[in-house]
């Protein structure tokens, strides 16, 4: 699968490269290295996948866990993408402004960007986070207006390189690692996290992560990759 994915992106520059010599037109080659500089951007960002997903995988990371403000980090995220979210509307709803979680920070924030990024492929119109505090527990949920997934796929999607079958073109974007990360980090937390379609179309995201002063150090993760 990681064979499949780099090679992909790398074989449309090698593909560029040999086509750049036959192309007279100044307007012509500057789109050609625009789209070769679009190929660079995702070997980037595979690449800074696959090793985070190694580094999650291999156990637990040298992290310190600190109380963060769930709240403030929903509207920090909603803030970062406002220039790629196009025509969507990604709205943060909390009740609960000083709700804090214990967790390292950057990989909470990995959390909500890969699920809102993710969310973004394929919602109509709008994204919705919500906070909410539940038996001891923050509840975050990232909700859409897309297709939602089918409910015998919902386990797979976790599983690193998965994808649903009409997801599998570049175009919806996406290696099917974002979700596995998503998993690696809430188990790392001593979180969970559900899947479930909205009764009008969607998809409804559920994570689950103790409240300050709930917290469990976690012990490390079963090595997954040599």
């Known amino acids: 699968?990681?064979?499949?994915?780099l090679r992909?992106?790398?074989?449309?520059?090698?593909?560029?490269?040999?086509?750049?010599?036959?192309?007279?037109?100044?307007e012509?080659?500057?789109?050609?290295?625009?789209?070769m500089d679009h190929d660079i951007e995702q070997l980037d960002q595979l690449i800074d996948e696959i090793l985070t997903?190694?580094?999650?995988?291999?156990?637990?990371p040298n992290i310190e866990f600190q109380p963060v403000v769930i709240g403030e980090l929903c509207e920090q995220l909603r803030d970062e993408l406002e220039t790629i979210r196009?025509?969507?509307?990604?709205?943060v709803a909390n009740p609960y402004p000083t709700l804090e979680?214990?967790?390292?920070?950057r990989y909470l924030h990995r959390v909500l960007q890969n699920l809102v990024t993710n969310a973004l492929r394929?919602?109509?119109?709008?994204?919705?986070?919500?906070?909410?505090?539940?038996?001891d527990?923050?509840?975050?949920?990232?909700d859409d207006d897309g297709p939602g997934i089918p409910e015998h796929e919902r386990e797979r999607v976790f599983k690193p390189f998965a994808r649903l079958d009409k997801s599998r073109h570049r175009a919806s974007g996406g290696y099917g690692l974002g979700l596995s990360i998503v998993k690696r980090i809430v188990d790392m937390h001593h979180g969970d996290i559900q899947l479930a379609n909205h009764p009008h179309g969607g998809l409804l995201v559920e994570v689950r992560f103790p409240v300050t002063g709930k917290f469990v150090q976690p012990e490390p993760l079963s090595a997954g990759v040599r």
């Open 1 to 5: 699968a990681v064979s499949h994915e």
């Open 8 to 26: 992909t992106p790398v074989a449309r520059l090698r593909f560029g490269l040999e086509m750049l010599a036959d192309i007279e037109s100044a």
């Open 28 to 35: 012509r080659r500057r789109e050609k290295l625009n789209a």
């Open 53 to 60: 997903y190694a580094r999650l995988e291999q156990g637990t």
């Open 86 to 91: 196009d025509e969507t509307a990604i709205t």
């Open 101 to 105: 979680v214990e967790a390292e920070e």
């Open 122 to 135: 394929y919602a109509q119109s709008r994204i919705v986070m919500r906070v909410e505090e539940s038996e």
């Open 137 to 142: 527990q923050v509840v975050i949920h990232v």
